[in-house]
C-alpha cells in the first residue's frame, strides 16, 4: 500500500482544514488507517483511525472533540478534518496503514505502510 497525504498549510487559530490521504495498491489486508502527528523532538502520536472494512472511529481522549476521521473505501480515501486549530496542532501529520487488528490501534510500530507527511502550522 502506497499512501500520500495532502491538505496540510499555514491557517490562523480558529480555523478549520481537511487533510486527505490517497492509498494506492491493495488494500484487502489493510485493517485500519490512521492519522499521527509528531513536532521536533516528540514521539508521533496517534490523532485518530478508523477500521477500513467497518468504518470504526477511534480517537485518544486527548483528540477527541476538534478532529473527525473518516473514510471512503470505494475511493481509498481517508480524511481527518480538524476544527478550531489551535498552535499547538502544529505538527506534521502523517497517514498510516495497518493489516494487524486491535482494540487502541494508537501504537505506531504496528503500522507497516506510512505516506509522506503534510505539514501543518498554525499561527496568526
Known amino acids: 500500500v502506497q499512501l500520500q497525504a495532502s491538505g496540510g498549510g499555514l491557517v490562523q487559530p480558529g480555523a478549520s482544514l481537511r487533510l486527505s490521504c490517497a492509498a494506492s495498491?491493495?488494500?484487502?489486508?489493510?485493517?485500519?488507517m490512521g492519522w499521527f502527528r509528531q513536532t521536533p523532538g516528540k514521539e508521533r502520536e496517534l490523532v485518530a483511525a478508523?477500521?477500513?472494512?467497518?468504518?470504526?472511529?477511534y480517537y485518544p481522549d486527548s483528540m477527541k472533540g476538534r478532529f473527525t476521521i473518516s473514510r471512503d473505501s470505494a475511493k481509498n480515501i481517508m480524511f481527518l478534518q480538524m476544527i478550531s486549530l489551535r498552535p499547538e496542532d502544529t505538527a506534521i501529520y502523517y497517514c498510516?496503514?495497518?493489516?494487524?487488528?486491535?482494540?487502541?490501534?494508537?501504537?505506531?510500530?504496528?503500522?507497516?505502510?506510512w505516506g509522506q507527511g503534510t505539514q501543518v502550522t498554525v499561527s496568526s
Open positions: 498510516a496503514a495497518r493489516e494487524i487488528g486491535g482494540t487502541t490501534l494508537r501504537s505506531a510500530a504496528e503500522y507497516a505502510y
Open positions: 495498491g491493495s488494500t484487502r489486508s489493510t485493517y485500519a
Open positions: 478508523i477500521t477500513w472494512g467497518r468504518g470504526h472511529a
